[in-house]
Nanobody
Framework: QVQLVESGGGLVQPGGSLRLSCAASGITFSDYVMTWYRQTPGKERVWVASLTNVGGSTNYADSVKGRFTISRDDGKNTVDLQMTSLKPEDTAVYYC?????????????WGQGTQVTVSS
């Protein structure tokens, strides 16, 4: 059974920092591209940051570039999102996603999400 479990969300003041973590089980973690998304009420889930499994390439949405850092530990099956200089507009439920693509199939798994609230 595949599980992705996010943790680390909470309430933080503007300008503060949070570190989110996503722990995966039931998959060969090193085969998967790991991505963080976020979603606010009434809006679609949007991509935040990705980290490939081969080469360790990172990509970030323009809105978080320079403030967020994605990292992974294949030995612990975890992917983290270090968030700094947080803004109220970063408030959202944050989800981690694991994707593996082969010639024939695409496997995609999601966590349940963790709430991040940036407010004074």
């Amino acid at each position: 059974q595949v599980q992705l479990v996010e943790s680390g969300g909470g309430l933080v003041q503007p300008g503060g920092s949070l570190r989110l973590s996503c722990a995966a089980s039931g998959i060969t973690f090193s085969d998967y591209v790991m991505t963080w998304y976020r979603q606010t009420p009434g809006k679609e889930r949007v991509w935040v940051a990705s980290l490939t499994n081969v080469g360790g390439s990172t990509n970030y949405a323009d809105s978080v570039k320079g403030r967020f850092t994605i990292s992974r530990d294949d030995g612990k099956n975890t992917v983290d999102l270090q968030m700094t200089s947080l803004k109220p507009e970063d408030t959202a439920v944050y989800y981690c996603n694991a994707v593996r693509r082969t010639v024939l199939t695409t496997e995609s798994y999601w966590g349940q999400g963790t709430q991040v609230t940036v407010s004074s």
